[in-house]
């Protein structure tokens, strides 16, 4: 029996494909696109069932977010603590909170909760999305933490950026830290009778691992489960997001089980990408590039293998990220290498010979020069054509760096968010205005002809493909000071850049990122048209949901 064509009739179809950039009427066949244009081109095909539902709507290609996380979804079973405003998979608004005392204050709360409910003192508090770089240049220590409860309770805080946490001096006692530990990252007092001492901040993975070995990942790597992958999911529909990453994964059996479970099932709504943890040089490349590829035959529409996540600095707003001279703008010192540069060359070269695609995590200028650099060097012993190696973040690449990116053949995936959760603070306090005005150059990246694509790096910032757009057109900060105006997108390039952008960076240009004939049937479903409204309302253009693979999706929770 012939399979069912049936055609979707929407107000407009904006395709992405230059060949045919409008549309109205849109034809699915086996989860499909058939045809593109109007009643009449798809009519050609024969037969067909006409679907009204989205005659009053706008379709773009599905929006594919090239950088994110799966514990966007699952990081609610533990307390918020961030500045701004967010909303959880079910809709609830958690406030931000606005000073140090509000956080303590907070801490407070959730002690006499867990008290009032009989649970042990040894039983931690977990919290995440702090972020001290908006109060002023003052950071948190065992000083602010010891005042919550008796002091007895353990707590450790995540940072937003998740390159940093808070412990009290329970949690670190519990961690076996103190004045004689010697792992990088562990920060100490440096002045007065607690000179050496610990103060409570553990900077990048070796660090935090002191306490994350006790705790366990939930709320710092929120675990893999099953309400976690459901509650991303509803986050991708409410942003009209098809296609994700999940840009850290151990791969390990139980994490391969929820991705599995999740993806296997026909009602799950958004194509999930993890890509492999293979930084600071700790599983063994080798063993890593071919665990990997063991995973390749196990690729199903909806879970696709073959992504290999490596990182070389930390944060920018955190202090941790690499820079080249001058520095940090405010004086502190230099960041901390995730992986050493050595071992990240070393490493990259086994996992480019496995014929694997690579993205690095740089956001200081120094640590992308070293990644250029190094890539360089391996391309220049193992060449490898369409290889799509990209850079995750490169915040702080300029004009020289893409043009040699051009030429290698890699892509670039900024964190255009940053424009407007940090763009202040990176101003005033860490890069300072010049380097500030040069903040996730976009329009540099096109100019030296670099394939790009933006991202949210969800939790950092939550997942939402038209307000990275919106940043990435209007680089506006908080305080309505415009960084670099001359690095504005067009609002055709920045949805490109959350549509077709990011199928490239991931292989999946050819399948997903525009509505042409044979792509996968896969739509953003919004209300307004984002080519209609002005460019500083994209984002609060509305989106009714999405369909996936010719499946519909309406949104479960509104943004």
């Not at 009739?9 to 009427?25: D, E, F, L, S, V």
């Not at 007092?189 to 409570?200: C, S, V």
């Not at 001279?325 to 071992?343: D, K, L, M, R």
């Amino acid at each position: 029996m012939p399979a069912t064509t049936t055609v979707y009739r929407a107000k407009t179809i904006h395709t992405m494909n230059p060949m045919q950039p409008t549309a109205t009427h849109v034809a699915v066949r086996d989860g499909r696109i058939l045809a593109v244009g109007d009643v009449a081109q798809v009519s050609a095909w024969g037969a067909f069932e006409l679907d009204e539902r989205f005659a009053d709507k706008v379709l773009l290609p599905g929006f594919v977010e090239g950088h994110c996380h799966l514990k966007e979804g699952g990081m609610w079973d533990s307390p918020y603590l961030g500045w701004f405003d967010r909303r959880d998979p079910n809709g609830k608004v958690w406030p931000g909170l606005r000073s140090m005392d509000a956080v303590v204050a907070r801490l407070h709360e959730i002690d006499t909760e867990m008290a009032a409910r009989g649970e042990p003192e040894t039983k931690p508090i977990i919290a995440w999305g702090f972020d001290p770089i908006f109060f002023g240049g003052e950071r948190m220590t065992i000083d602010h933490l010891d005042r919550v409860g008796n002091g007895k309770r353990p707590i450790v805080i995540a940072h937003a950026n998740g390159h940093l946490l808070n412990a009290n001096s329970a949690m670190l006692r519990w961690a076996e830290i103190s004045s004689e530990t010697e792992v990088e990252g562990v920060v100490k007092f440096t002045e007065g009778a607690r000179a050496g001492d610990p103060i409570g901040e553990l900077q990048e993975p070796a660090a935090m691992f002191l306490v994350i070995r006790k705790v366990g990942n939930a709320g710092l790597i929120a675990p893999m489960n099953d309400s976690g992958m459901a509650g991303f999911a509803a986050i991708c529909r409410a942003q009209g997001v098809t296609t994700a990453t999940d840009l850290v994964n151990t791969l390990g059996e139980a994490d391969l089980a929820v991705l599995e479970r999740a993806t296997g099932n026909d009602n799950y709504s958004v194509r999930i990408l993890p890509a492999f943890k293979a930084f600071h040089g700790t599983h063994g490349a080798a063993a890593g590039a071919e665990h990997v590829k063991t995973l390749l035959p196990k690729n199903t529409d909806r879970l696709r293998f073959g992504l290999v996540k490596m990182m070389l600095d930390g944060s920018i707003q955190g202090f941790s990220a690499r820079m080249r001279w001058p520095g940090h703008f405010n004086g502190a010192p230099n960041g901390i290498w995730v992986t050493a540069p050595s071992q990240y060359e070393a490493d990259f070269e086994t996992y480019h010979r496995a014929g694997l695609t690579i993205h690095t995590h740089t956001n200081g200028d120094e640590a992308s020069l070293v990644a250029i650099d190094a890539i360089e060097r391996v391309l220049a012993r193992a060449p490898r054509p369409d290889h799509r190696h990209t850079l995750q973040h490169g915040q702080m690449i300029d004009a020289p760096m893409f043009k040699r990116m051009a030429a290698l053949g890699l892509c670039a995936n900024l964190f255009a968010n940053h424009l407007w959760y940090w763009g202040d603070q990176h101003y005033e306090m860490t890069m300072g205005p010049d380097r500030a005005n040069r903040l996730d150059a976009c329009q540099s990246a096109l100019n030296a002809g670099v394939p790009l694509a933006i991202h949210s790096d969800a939790p950092v910032t939550p997942l939402a493909p038209l307000f990275t757009a919106w940043c990435a057109v209007n680089r506006v900060t908080p305080s309505g000071r415009v960084l670099g105006a001359n690095e504005r997108l067009s609002v055709m390039d920045a949805l490109r850049a959350i549509t077709l952008g990011p199928a490239y960076t991931l292989k999946l240009d050819h399948e997903i990122g525009s509505i042409e004939c044979g792509k996968r049937a896969d739509f953003a479903v919004l209300e307004d048209d984002p080519f209609a409204v002005a460019p500083n309302a994209l984002k609060d253009v509305r989106v009714w949901g999405t369909v996936l693979s010719g499946q519909v999706f309406p949104a479960t929770v509104h943004a």
